[in-house]
């Protein structure tokens, strides 16, 4: 025999079903802005936008929308940082971002990029001096000098070098986007 069901079951179990579907509507709304903040990353690191464009775009949204589309447009911006586009990307996220605690990791953040972009620099140039030392040592010891060597100067500098560096602005970016994240 089938068991009758109370008011009170049966609306409990109506609750339960519209309290998930509440939550799985929040959790969709929350991955349409974090899919938002991550196209707009996107095209702002291909420079498809630019940082003014950028903060409009965030600005357009409603509050609480625009808040969450910020968040995972800086840290998506965070993801993308390397030596070669750091300025940029900050910059991107500082516009996002202009609470003093995000400014301090932000200059934080330049400031190892920088240091860290000079001494890569540094070292490329010795590593290719160095090179460039021993091929014209080489090129003596055959008997090659003057004028055939003039235009000898291997620029490429070792995938090492920048390897290292790489792994050394891994730990400041991973720490921005935790920042940016939390």
Known sequence: ?????????????????????AGSGREWEEQQHRLVGEN?????????????????????????????????????L???????????????????????EARRWLEETRRACRQFAGELAAEE????????????????????SGTAIAGLNPRKAGESLRQVWDERLAGIRERLVRFLEG
């Open 40 to 76: 707009l990353a996107r095209r702002y690191l291909r420079q498809e936008i630019d940082v003014r464009a950028l903060r409009s775009a965030v600005e357009r949204q409603p509050d609480r929308a625009g808040k969450a589309v910020a968040k995972a447009a800086t840290a998506a």
């Open 1 to 21: 025999m089938d068991k009758v069901k109370s008011a009170l079951e049966i609306a409990l179990e109506r609750s339960q079903r519209v309290a998930q579907q």
């Open 125 to 144: 140039r010795e590593a290719a001096s160095r090179r460039a030392r021993r091929a014209q040592e080489e090129l003596a010891r055959l008997g090659i």
């Open 78 to 100: 965070a993801r993308e940082i390397r030596l070669e586009n750091y300025d940029r990307l900050l910059d991107g996220i500082a516009a996002l971002r202009e609470d003093e």
